[in-house]
T-cell receptor, first 114, second 109 residues
Framework: DAGVTQSPTHLIKTRGQQVTLRCSPI?????VSWYQQVLGQGPQFIFQ???????GRGNFPDRFSARQFPNYSSELNVNALLLGDSALYLC?????????????FGPGTRLTVL | GIQVEQSPPDLILQEGANSTLRCNFS?????LQWFHQNPWGQLINLFY???GTKQNGRLSATTVATERYSLLYISSSQTTDSGVYFC???????????FGSGTKLNVKP
């Protein structure tokens, strides 16, 4: 079975632009979470979606938004990009929304903001 | 939120050596996973271990939930074990992972 997939792999944007990152969960998984990992740190939680509804939000500004589609894939949008948004963005999927569910991560999208 | 501390932050080993990585967490957890992040950024699942002991080849892990810590053991290390090891936890009242800052392992041939 295919794992979690993310696109694009790499992205270069300039300050003020907008970006959309995409994630497809493992087949059968209904929950998708997004994380931001800046260099040298552990990933930080941004959003969780389950059955197309937002189930959790981390401490990120409103410039960050996400949505989940009927096929359980998800998009993360970031508006008005800042240099500090440069990071590896990771998507994780799990069967459900229970805290005991095992999370599986995709390969990430590396975003560079110039 | 839950505080997660990993130690040591950096570890250099000769190939064949054994090592122990530690993860301390500040509250009761419902989920604890160990990951290995490869040089390309992919987080590889190693163990789902909110309590007890598990082994997978040269790797094993133990979580003592009542004392709020977990240990990852790597035996007979290989150069391919190099990378960053993360511990991540989920609390009973939360639905998100809290990650530690990781242990960066460098195994030299």
């Amino acid at each position: 079975d295919a794992g979690v997939t993310q696109s694009p792999t790499h992205l270069i944007k300039t300050r003020g632009q907008q970006v959309t990152l995409r994630c497809s969960p493992i087949s059968g998984h209904k929950s998708v979470s997004w994380y931001q990992q800046v260099l040298g740190q552990g990933p930080q939680f941004i959003f969780q979606y389950y059955e197309k509804e937002e189930r959790g939000r981390g401490n990120f500004p409103d410039r960050f938004s996400a949505r989940q589609f009927p096929n359980y894939s998800s998009e993360l949008n970031v508006n008005a990009l800042l240099l500090g948004d440069s990071a590896l963005y990771l998507c994780a999927s799990s069967l459900g929304e229970q805290s005991t569910d095992t999370q599986y991560f995709g390969p990430g999208t590396r975003l560079t903001v110039l | 939120g839950i505080q997660v501390e990993q130690s040591p932050p950096d570890l250099i080993l000769q190939e064949g050596a054994n090592s122990t990585l530690r993860c301390n967490f500040s509250d009761s957890v419902n989920n604890l996973q160990w990951f290995h992040q490869n040089p390309w950024g992919q987080l590889i699942n190693l163990f789902y271990i909110p309590s007890g002991t598990k082994q997978n080849g040269r790797l094993s892990a133990t979580t003592v939930a009542t004392e709020r810590y977990s240990l990852l053991y790597i035996s007979s290390s290989q150069t391919t074990d190099s990378g960053v090891y993360f511990c991540a936890v989920v609390g009973y009242n939360f639905n998100k992972f809290y990650f530690g800052s990781g242990t960066k392992l460098n195994v030299k041939p």
